[in-house]
């Protein structure tokens, strides 16, 4: 069992910013691929964005391409998505999750999830 939770985020005006955190335990960390998830109203959930366990390769939705980055610091068991030039299409609960496996990209299996955190985006 890997326990996942998100932290970060907020109610931010158009065009700011935001860094979203999840610290892991029950695993060896390091050994894990990440993503990130969300889910706007009245949509499914999309993939975000995704990085290898050493945090060399990183994988993004073409929505977010350029504005947010993916990141992780194995040393603190914790990965990171910084967003950016934040829009309101941007509004929405984040999740975090992690595989079994070393890598990741949208099409991986991950199999721990965590709870939330609640993005907003105001105009």
């Known amino acids: 069992q890997v326990s996942l939770l998100e932290s970060g985020g907020g109610l931010v005006q158009a065009g700011g910013s935001l860094r979203l955190s999840c610290a892991a335990s029950?695993?060896?960390?390091?050994?894990?691929?990440m993503g990130w998830f969300r889910q706007a109203p009245g949509k499914e959930r999309e993939f975000v964005a995704s990085?290898?366990?050493?945090?060399?390769?990183?994988n993004y939705a073409d929505s977010v391409k350029g504005r947010y980055t993916i990141s992780r610091d194995n040393a603190k068991n914790t990965v990171y998505l910084q967003m950016n030039s934040l829009k309101p299409e941007d509004t929405a609960v984040y999740y975090c999750a992690a595989a079994l496996t070393r890598w990741a990209t949208r099409a991986t299996k991950y199999e721990y999830w965590g709870q939330g955190t609640q993005v907003t985006v105001s105009s």
């Open positions: 029950g695993r060896t960390f390091s050994s894990s691929g």
């Open positions: 990085v290898n366990f050493s945090g060399g390769i990183t």
